[in-house]
């Protein structure tokens, strides 16, 4: 999405791009593929409607959004209990102050802290006093009991962070985006962000099965042999391999693992994110992505996608700790049957505090980096990071040309 996002803006700007990517197709971590006729992403990823970059890159409507329901589902060990967000959910109200999931306290706690990530703007948050995201919830005053069954496996799930030790800053802006914004994916799956990035440029533009091996100044050298020298060269690589290209300091890596269920034979229904807010195995969410999208599934079929966020994602036993998990959540998840098993190495790097959302995208003469691992892990700050690294080449073109 970053090197897209770059690629486009270049193009835009009138400028010959070449766009290299190393495997089949275009968009890295946010692909799908249909499998038995159901619609897969790679690893169980979700569009948070609020982030700003979307409206600059996409016609909204031709995402064909599905939106999960605002709030939780939360397993508790022996039943499931719902958090709504009373604020745009009134209905939600009385089933969220009498869920035993945390205190009235906790819940108050919440509304004050609702209210403070939708002060001022997101730069602003990005500027606040940044701690890990654990220290932070200890700081708003939240009951053990409330971390451990709500914060805990909500943040684990989209930091890809168990221990909450990413930073504060990610987690009040991924909070204010939760509150302002829906939790969706577009009908034909996260892929389509990338397909519909990439349908922007010029045909030719983008070329698959072209790994880079190396950099030399401005020129790179496939893997096949070929050399290619340019003006300018944008690494829009994961972290870890721009930090290889680049030599750069690697920004380390969170792994995370999706296990994805055909669930016809015995369907569970709920447009809810589910929790486990029982700690009770190494999958920390759930969702039923047929009943938010029910593209995802052929007719009338149901489709699941448990998430292990953390290094319990590269267990050797993890499908069948999992299925244990879900027993207890469902019995008929006996049932059902795996369709692919996602282990993704480096899903988000580490992100720890303090976080530098910024960090330069400018790495040497005409050489130029972008990437989550520049600004926020996600698909905004890839976005981001594109149209900034953009923004420095022509800026420094237009430089050169002038002097
Ligand atoms: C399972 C999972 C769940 C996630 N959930 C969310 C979520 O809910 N919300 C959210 O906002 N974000 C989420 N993220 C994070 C988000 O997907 C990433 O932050 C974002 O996609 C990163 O985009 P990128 O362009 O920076 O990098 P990438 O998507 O990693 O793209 C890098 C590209 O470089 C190519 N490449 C690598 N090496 C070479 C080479 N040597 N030569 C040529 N090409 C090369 C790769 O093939 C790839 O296409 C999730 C990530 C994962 C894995």
């Not at 996409?58 to 939106?67: A, G, N, S, T, Y």
């Not at 939708?118 to 006093?129: A, E, F, K, N, P």
């Amino acid at each position: 999405m970053a090197g897209l996002a770059c690629a486009r803006t270049l193009s835009a700007a009138g400028l010959s791009v070449r766009v290299l990517e190393a495997s089949d197709g275009v968009g890295g971590r946010v692909r799908s593929d249909v499998v038995d006729g159901f619609r897969l992403d790679r690893g169980f990823q979700i569009l948070l409607t609020a982030y700003p970059e979307l409206s600059r890159w996409f016609d909204m409507d031709d995402l064909q959004l599905r939106r999960f329901q605002a709030g939780a589902t939360i397993w508790t060990g022996t039943r499931f209990t719902t958090i709504g967000d009373p604020l745009r959910s009134p209905r939600d109200l009385p089933s969220t102050i009498t869920s035993s999931v945390g205190s009235l306290a906790d819940k108050l706690r919440l509304l004050k802290l609702i209210a403070s990530v939708r002060r001022g703007s997101v730069s602003q948050i990005l500027r606040r006093s940044d701690m890990s995201t654990e220290a932070k919830i200890a700081q708003l005053g939240f009951s053990e009991r409330f971390i451990k069954q709500f914060l805990q496996p909500l943040f684990s799930g989209i930091q890809l962070d168990p221990e909450l030790e990413v930073s504060s800053r990610r987690f009040e802006v991924i909070f204010r985006m939760l509150s302002v914004g829906d939790s969706a994916v577009p009908a034909m799956g996260m892929g389509s962000l990338s397909e519909l990035m990439a349908n922007q440029l010029p045909a030719g533009v983008v070329q698959c099965n072209r790994k880079v091996a190396e950099l030399d100044g401005t020129s790179v050298l496939l893997v096949d042999g070929e050399r290619i020298s340019s003006r300018v060269v944008v690494v829009a690589t994961q972290g870890p391999t721009a930090s290889d290209l680049l030599k750069l300091p690697d920004p380390g890596s969170r792994p995370v693992a999706a296990i994805w269920f055909d669930s016809s034979s015995d369907p569970l229904r709920n447009k809810k994110i589910l929790l486990d807010g029982a700690q009770s195995g190494p999958m920390k969410n759930m969702a039923v992505l047929s009943e938010v999208a029910p593209e995802y599934a052929p007719a009338g079929r149901s489709l699941c996608v448990a998430a292990v966020p953390g290094p319990a994602a590269l267990m050797p036993d993890l499908e069948s700790s999992v299925r244990t998990q879900l027993k207890q959540w469902h019995p008929g998840s006996s049932s059902w049957e795996t369709l692919r098993v996602d282990v993704i190495a480096h899903g988000q790097p580490l992100q720890l505090p303090p976080l530098d959302p910024r960090r330069t995208v400018r790495v040497g003469a005409g050489r130029y980096v972008c990437g989550d691992h520049r600004d926020t892990a996600s698909l905004q700050g890839a976005l981001f990071s594109g149209r900034r690294a953009a923004a420095a080449v022509l800026a420094d073109l237009q430089d050169r040309s002038d002097s």
